[in-house]
Structures are given as C-alpha cells and as structure tokens.
C-alpha cells in the first residue's frame, strides 16, 4: 500500500495562525490514493465491493480542520449527495464553492476531519474511508438489477445506508436479528486488511437517525 495522504499542514492545530471555527481544503489527492489503492483491482488493498466507483468522476474529497458535534458524538467523516436547495445567486454562490475547490461540480462529497486523519493509524483511517465509500452504492432497477449510464457505461451512483442498524440494547434484551447475526458472524473471522479501532462517528449515518 502506497503511503496514505495526509492533511496539508495549515489545518493542524498547532500549525500557523488560528483561525476560529473549521476551514477547508480540497483533497484531491486522498482520492487519487483511494482510486488506486481500494477501488482498482490492481490495489494493494483492493476491495472489489467498491468497483462500482471505478473511473468515476463525480466523487470528490475534502479536508474540514475540525469534526463537528452531531447528537453528542464527534462526527470526523461524512458522505453526502451534493444538492444545492436553493436558487438564483444562492445556488451561483454554491456552485462556484464547488468550481474553485475542485474544477467541477460533483455528485458526491465525502469529507474527512483533518485532527483526526493527523494522529490516527493507517488501518482507522483506511476504516473511515471505506465506511464513507460504502455508502456510495450502485443504483437498481424495479428489477433489482444494477443500473448503467447509457452513454458512459459507468454505473449510475446513489446513497446507500448500513447493511445494519438496531440498539444495542434491542439485541441484549431480544436476541440478533438476521441481518445482526450475519454482522456477528463476518466480525468474528479475522480481519481482511488489519484490525482497526472503528470508534470514528459518520455525519451521513447520524443524519438518518430518527
């Protein structure tokens, strides 16, 4: 695996001059490593479950300085559909956000907390990365087969949740559901990469929590 990127130095803590509340920086570069690392076959930690996002061009990376509080818990990634909810100048302002952070506009976004990526080992961060992927799925049809763009050949994307979500205390008191006990299972064999402390909170699962 090729060394991970990291944060351009403005954004550490205690570097340069402190600027309140988070700032930003573009990360192409992080998806470039993504792209060659996890998404193509010939990576050295590739996972086919993503090659659906191979050749895209609608993914974009970028660094926030500092995580985000969201329901008490620190939030140090995010994946999102980029919809601009405005119009006029609003939408204009947007859109030129997006032009001069990356060339384009695109369909997705994932941002990742800078602090965190800074002090984190290789394996928590390839889990946060990955765990933001994965919520970027390949559509279907009223089939359930996978849609693709009939111009480009490349799958047409959609946001997707986890393959699992219930309470602890559901699972305590009642048992594991099929789809718990199937996660129960894939965790107690070993671990394809390495084993990573995934204690990093995702903004895109706790927007779906009621």
């Known amino acids: 695996m090729s060394a991970r990127p990291f944060p351009p130095t403005h954004l550490k803590p205690d570097e340069g001059v402190y600027v309140e509340g988070s700032q930003f920086a573009p990360a192409p570069d992080v998806w470039d490593w993504i792209h060659n ?21 609608e993914i974009a990376v970028m660094w926030s300085s500092e995580p985000f509080i969201k329901q008490g818990r620190r ?3 995010q994946c999102e559909s980029v919809a601009f909810r405005a119009g006029g100048w609003q939408k204009l302002r ?12 695109p ?4 941002t990742l907390a800078a602090s965190y990526c800074f002090e984190c080992s290789d394996s928590d961060f390839c889990a946060l990365v990955e765990h933001e992927l994965y919520h970027i799925a390949q559509a279907v049809n009223e089939f359930d087969m996978p849609k693709f763009n009939k111009q480009t050949g490349q799958a047409i994307l959609t946001m997707r949740g986890h393959d699992v979500e219930e309470f602890k205390g559901v699972v305590r008191r009642y048992g594991a ?4 006990q199937m996660l ?3 965790a107690n064999n070993p671990p394809e990469v390495s084993r990573a402390d995934i204690a990093h909170s995702c903004g895109t699962c706790l927007l779906r929590l009621a």
Request: charged share 20%; hydrophobic share 40%; net charge negative.
């Open 37 to 57: 690392n996890i998404i193509d076959p010939s990576g050295s930690i590739h996972n086919p479950d993503h090659e659906h996002l191979m050749g895209q061009t």
């Open 75 to 77: 939030v140090l990634g």
């Open 94 to 105: 947007q859109e030129r956000q997006m032009l001069d952070w990356f060339g384009y506009v």
């Open 107 to 110: 369909k997705f976004l994932i």
């Open 177 to 180: 559901s099929e789809d718990v």
């Open 184 to 186: 129960v299972d894939v």
